[in-house]
């Protein structure tokens, strides 16, 4: 399924709770298609990183490489139909506590 940019809309913000087997599925889902969308580093940060994660929480992700952003939403959300699980993403380099998940190189 393919998500134009007509069609597509925020991640919902409501949480149902996922355990930590369906966040980290979820994650593993993300990457592996991620990369072949130009994903070069990926790093896994918030309270997944930190260990404090609970059945409510997402997955925070900074993300760098040569991707669309429409590309990489439309890939969220669909991670998202497919788990339940909620996927928040940031450009930006992390500052906090993380832990590299992907490395192309």
């Not at 409501?14 to 979820?26: K, V």
């Not at 760098?64 to 990489?72: E, N, P, T, W």
């Not at 959300?77 to 788990?83: A, E, I, P």
């Amino acid at each position: 399924m393919r998500l134009s940019l007509e069609t597509h809309r925020p991640v919902p913000k409501r949480r149902n709770p996922r355990s930590r087997f369906e966040r980290r599925r979820a994650l593993q889902l993300f990457l592996s298609e991620a990369r072949g969308h130009g994903l070069a580093e990926a790093w896994l940060v918030g309270s997944m990183a930190t260990g404090r994660d609970h059945a409510l929480s997402d997955v925070d992700l900074c993300v760098k490489g040569d991707f669309s952003l429409a590309q990489l939403y439309s890939l969220r959300d669909k991670v998202y139909l497919r788990t339940g699980v909620i996927i928040q993403l940031d450009l930006a380099p992390p500052v906090n506590q993380r832990v590299k998940v992907y490395d192309s190189v």
